[in-house]
């Protein structure tokens, strides 16, 4: 059971565009939405989180929309780069639930193109 | 700090063959887990660790053990190396208590190629 979908599995978009990538989620007791960015050859690294008090959340071009009520978040990226062209991962972590390891959407390939 | 270093970085096994991949971490984490990712699949947890001497299942555990002895290593054993092996594979740790950080920090990977 995939508790968290994430959606598209790939995008293309030309420089300057804004990609976005959703992601839904089924349980109601996660309660931290990371986005990792993961480059080719490299592992993961943390780009941008949110917590469900706020509804968004900028970190330069990063953009996370929270939905609470429709158990949804999405990345968006404002003028995006080739630079930006990598590997995105959305996650939710329970921290109640005494591991916190999070849950990691399968993924979205995002290439720019110049 | 040098954070999560994998060894190898590549590898090639023939079906039957054991091996471990080694783990390691220098950020005094409690939290430590092994992801596999194959394309389309994301990232899926193989096994995790809570603190030194407690380890459990995650997601696709089936052909690999671990163990965590100490804080800083996490190793994980393939005990017959299968083709359906045949992946990327992440170590990641987080710290927990009053040094909890919500982020995983991920090593660089081991290429693993099962012939």
């Known amino acids: 059971q995939q508790q968290v979908k994430q959606s598209p599995q790939s995008l293309i978009v030309q420089k300057g565009g804004i990609p976005i990538i959703n992601c839904a989620y089924e349980?109601?007791?996660?309660?931290?939405f990371p986005w990792y960015q993961q480059f080719p050859g490299k592992g993961p690294a943390l780009l941008i989180a949110?917590?469900?008090?706020?509804s968004e959340k900028k970190e330069g071009r990063f953009t996370i929309s929270f939905n609470k009520s429709a158990k949804q978040f999405s990345l968006h990226i404002m003028d995006s780069q080739p630079g930006d062209s990598a590997t995105y991962f959305c996650?939710?972590?329970?921290?109640?639930?005494?591991?916190?390891?999070?849950?990691f959407g399968r993924g979205t390939s995002l290439i720019v193109h110049p | 700090n040098a954070g999560v270093t994998q060894t190898p970085k590549f590898q090639v096994l023939k079906t039957g063959q054991s091996m471990t991949l080694q783990c390691a971490q220098d950020?005094?984490?409690?939290?430590m887990s092994w992801y596999r990712q194959d394309p389309g699949m994301g990232l899926r947890l193989i096994h995790y660790?809570?603190?030194?001497?407690?380890?459990d299942q995650g997601e696709v555990p089936n052909g690999y053990n671990v163990s965590r002895s100490t804080t800083e290593d996490f190793p994980l054993r393939l005990l017959s190396a299968a083709p359906s092996q045949t992946s990327v594979y992440f170590c990641?740790?987080?710290?927990?208590?009053?040094?909890?950080?919500?982020?995983?920090?991920f090593g660089p990977g081991t290429r693993l190629t099962v012939l």
């Open positions: 990641a740790s987080s710290g927990a208590g009053w040094k909890r950080t919500d982020t995983q920090y």
């Open positions: 349980n109601t007791a996660f309660d931290y």
């Open positions: 949110i917590r469900p008090d706020v």
């Open positions: 996650a939710a972590t329970e921290s109640s639930g005494g591991s916190y390891i999070p849950t």
């Open positions: 950020m005094n984490h409690e939290y």
């Open positions: 660790s809570v603190g030194a001497g407690i380890t």
